[in-house]
Structures are given as C-alpha cells and as structure tokens.
C-alpha cells in the first residue's frame, strides 16, 4: 500500500507540475488543497475519520462551497484577495461548528452509518486512481505546447471546449456579476460557470506564479478527476462485499466502455485500408459520423474535456453514497448532508444535479417501500431536496438557466431515432451487456446501491432517448455520463459473483472489445502533429 500511495503522489505532483508548466502547478495543488479543506471536518462527521468518504466526499463538499464563497464576496462588490481569504476563513470556521453539531447529534457515530473500511480498501482506491494521471497525463501534457518560435499548439478537438474555457474563466476573473459572454458580448453569459470560479480567482487575484488562466484550468481539470474517480469507486464499493469487483468495475468502466475502437479497426482491416487512418477519426464519435446516431462520451472524455460537468456528477455521486448506506431511515443530518451535496451538484450544472436528486428519491422510495410503515420516514426527505430547490433558484437568478427551457424538446426523434439499439451496442455495449446480465437474478450485497444503478441506467437512457436541446448532441452526452457512471454499481456484484478464471476472462473480454477506444482517443487526444 505504501508503494501505491508514494506512486500516486508521485504521479499527482509530476502532473501538477506538467499542467501548470512547472511550480505554477504545484502552488495551484496547494491552494486546491486549501480550498477543498472547508469540506473535510464535514466529511468526518458524516462518513467517519477513517472512511475514504470522509477526505473524498469531504474534498468535493468543500470545493462547492468555497466556490459559493467566492461567488458571495464577488455578488457583494468586495472582490480582492483580503476578500476572498476572509471569506474562505469564514466558510472554514462554519463548516468545523456544523460538524461539532452533527457529531454531537450523532452521538459520535457517523451520520451515514458506512461500512468499514479497511487497508485493502485503501490499497484497491490508490491503483484505482492511479488510472487518472496515466489517462489525462498525455493529452494534459501537450494542451498549449509551445514551439522553439513560441508558438502554441493545441488538438483540435481541444479548442471546442478548453478555449472557451479559457474564455469564459477570463471573463468571469473580471468579477462581475453576470458574466458576460465573451463572443456574444454584452449578452449575458448562460452557462455553467459555477466550477470555474476557484480556478478564474486563482488566475486574477492569486499570486504572480498562477496567473496563468490556462495553467489553472488544466491543474484544476486533473485535481477534480481525482475526487470523481474516487467518490466513483466509493459508491460502487457499497455494491459488493469485497473491493477488488468494485475496483474492477471502476477501471473497465474508465478504460473499456465502447466499442467504436474496436469497430473502427475491423472496418478498415476488411477494407485493406492502412491503420493511420485512426489517428483521423474522432474515435468515439462513430455512431455519429458512421450512422448518424447519438453520441456518448466515455469517462476518459468527461475527464479530459467538460471538467465543469465531472464535478457536478461527483458531487451527486457524494449525495447517493449516503442513499446507498443509510436509505430511508438515514438521520435528518444526513439526510441534510445528501442534500447540501446534490444542491452543489445543481449549482454546477441544473440537469445533472436533477438527475442525481431524481435517484436519490426513487432509491429512498424503494427503500422505504419495502418495509411495512417504511413511507412514513418519507417526509423526513423534504430536507435533501430544500437545497436543490434552493440551488435552482439560485441558477435562474444568476441567469445561468436562462433559456434552457425553452430549447427543451421532448420526444423519440432526430439522432435517436437512427440505429438506436447498434449504436448504443456501439458506444456502451462492452460495460452495457454484462451490467445489465446482472441485474436479475437480484444478488447485490446492497439492495440500495443496486436500485442507484437500475434508476441510474433507466433514467439515463430515457434522456437519451427522448429529450433533447438546441444542441442536438448535448442531451446525450449528459445522459452518457449518468448512464456511464450507474453501470459499474450493475457490474460490480457481477464480478463479485465470480472467481478467478471466470472474472478474469470476463474482465480480459471487456478489454479487449473495449480498450482500443480508449487508445485510440488517448492518442489522438494528444496529438498536436496531426494538422
């Protein structure tokens, strides 16, 4: 375990130092550190000293509220670097009383009454986050590269979404409220800028070292990888009666969820046409190009691309941990802490944050209906959903909704209509299949965990399938994620049900259909020569 733990620290400081482009990256690590640190006492109180819930869901806790905090000191006029460390000072003292009292009510106890967590646990999430630097190392690497001449080169793919984050952080480092849209100026900018308040502070107020807007988004996509792949495995963990099928799950799910790379592969052996033809494609976009269906982005894309939406889905995963281990019956504190963490989830991005909230409540539901007299522990719930109520509001004033509503069509139309049943075989079919094979017979340690799952994946697949935006695509990345981040919670008990050779062979099955997706797309994503 020591080696694991001194290589993933190893691994995070040499890509700190890699995306900020030397100490940038590591003085950035620091202040990261400092502004999840709000987060942690409120984690003791509700997972446990020695639960890794604690320091992850802690860390994800933190990181929302301290982005509240900063948005607070902005909403009053005062923006300065006094400011902003008096407001941190506050929301830190804050945050140690309400855990003194959540203890207290508590008795000592955690509120969320999880599991033990032992050493082995420990050691399977260390090899499990290992996988974040190996998977957004090479691409992180050559974002912005610049040239002896000092010219900066970036993949193309990369300029649809990390330069106009780029744009946007600029734009919201000005510290007025609304931003505005830095290409529709003066229109007001409707958009999820919630996450990237820290790094855009950081950039405009922070010392000389870090500001670099771009240093700091990349140093803050990679940190927040690491609290998604973590609180990932913690709720698949709450599935099964061991780590390793939990572990398992999280790194075929991270690594070999589409089929596209091995589809691709296979076209063009049969055409005779040469394997560089890869290194054209948009890898995981095949269902798109090849048969004009939906598209669903796997993990490694989530992480490398749409940071803003990765954190939103973590802090929902933090919210249905507490589901998982408590259910129905879980005491108002921690009914309260699921709450606070799906209302952060909301403020980041309104759809996911809903979704989340929307399999928190069937989850309790299911739980409570199970037992006689379960519904009247029901009520008790209202208070998780007062904080998203709260986050929503919050948006709609902020002008972050603005015009989402009316760009929402509902109905079985447009790309999902085309292959529908392929190009999901296609995009998830590897994870999708032995998933879904394990839901029935119902076998999984945790009944709860297994209704997350189910109403993650169902709940998933209905946005895919029948709601869309302007944006034709948008809606089904969204949905990809929930549907991507349910399916290891399936599998998981899967894995568990078997035992050496026939796990291995399943796991070396899923990597072979799945794996060369994820290659391909760590290739392509990196290369900065392809022009």
């Known amino acids: 375990m020591k080696a694991a733990a001194a290589l993933l620290a190893g691994s995070v400081l040499t890509l700190a130092w890699i995306c900020g482009d030397g100490p940038a990256g590591w003085v950035y ?37 301290t982005q509240i905090a900063l948005w607070a000191v902005i909403a009053a006029k005062a923006a300065s670097p006094l400011a902003f460390v008096a407001a941190w000072l506050m929301l830190a003292v804050a945050s140690w009383a309400v855990a003194r009292s959540v203890t207290r009510a508590c008795g000592g106890v955690p ?24 998977v957004m190392g090479p691409p992180y690497r050559n974002i912005g590269r610049t040239d002896a001449a000092g010219n900066k080169y970036y993949r193309a793919y990369f300029t649809a979404d990390f330069l106009w984050h780029t744009a946007l952080a600029a734009e919201v480092g ?11 100026a003066p229109r007001t900018m409707n958009y999820y800028w919630t996450y990237f308040l820290l790094p855009s502070t950081v950039a405009a107020a922070g010392p000389a070292v870090v500001q670099d807007v771009q240093a700091c988004l990349k140093t803050n996509a990679f940190l927040s990888a690491l609290l998604m792949v973590g609180i990932l495995f913690v709720l698949v963990r709450t599935a099964v009666a061991s780590p390793g099928p939990a572990a398992l799950a999280v790194v075929l799910a991270m690594l070999a969820a589409s089929a596209e790379g091995l589809y691709a592969l296979v076209d063009l052996l049969a055409r005779g046409r040469p394997l560089i033809a890869l290194t054209d494609m948009n890898i995981d976009a095949i ?65 996911l944050g809903g ?48 015009g989402a509503g009316s760009a929402l069509d509902f109905g ?32 999984s340690a945790n009944r709860r965990a297994w209704t997350i ?63 060369p997706t994820t290659v391909i797309d760590a290739w392509n994503a990196q290369d900065i020569g392809n022009r």
């Open 29 to 65: 690590l620091v202040l990261y550190l400092l502004a999840v640190a709000p987060g942690i006492p409120l984690g003791i109180a509700f997972f446990g000293r020695r639960h890794a819930a604690a320091w992850i869901g802690g860390a994800l806790a933190g990181y929302g509220l």
């Open 287 to 351: 269902t798109a190009w090849r048969y004009g269906g939906l598209r669903i982005d796997d993990i490694p894309r989530s992480l490398w691309y749409t940071p803003q939406h990765t954190m939103s889905m973590a802090l929902g995963l933090a919210g249905l941990v507490v589901a998982a281990t408590a259910g129905a019956s879980a005491s108002l504190p921690a009914i309260a802490g699921a709450g606070i963490a799906l209302g952060l989830a909301t403020t980041m991005n309104p759809l």
């Open 111 to 134: 509120a969320a009454g999880m599991h033990a967590w032992s050493s082995t646990d420990t050691r399977a999430l260390l090899l499990v986050l290992l996988i974040v630097p190996a």
């Open 355 to 402: 979704v989340c909230s929307i399999v928190y409540g069937i989850t309790v539901a299911c739980d409570a209906l199970r037992e006689p007299g379960g519904w009247k522990r029901l009520p008790r719930h209202i208070a998780a959903a007062l904080p998203v109520a709260a986050a929503v509001l919050w948006g709609a004033a902020s002008k972050v909704m603005e």
């Open 174 to 184: 000005k510290f007025t409220l609304p931003p505005r849209n830095p290409y529709l």
């Open 412 to 443: 079985f139309a447009g790309f999902a209509r085309n292959h529908p049943v392929l190009t999901l075989l296609l995009s998830i079919g590897p994870l999708l299949i032995p998933a879904v094979a394990g839901i029935w017979p119902l076998r």
């Open 453 to 515: 799952g189910t109403a993650g994946l169902v709940v998933g697949l209905l946005m895919l399938y029948l709601v869309r935006i302007s944006d034709a695509s948008w809606v089904g990345f969204r949905a990809g994620q929930v549907i991507l981040v349910s399916l290891p919670v399936l599998l998981a008990p899967v894995m568990a049900r078997l035992s050496g050779g026939p796990r291995l062979g399943l796991a070396a099955l899923i990597l072979t259909i799945g794996l």
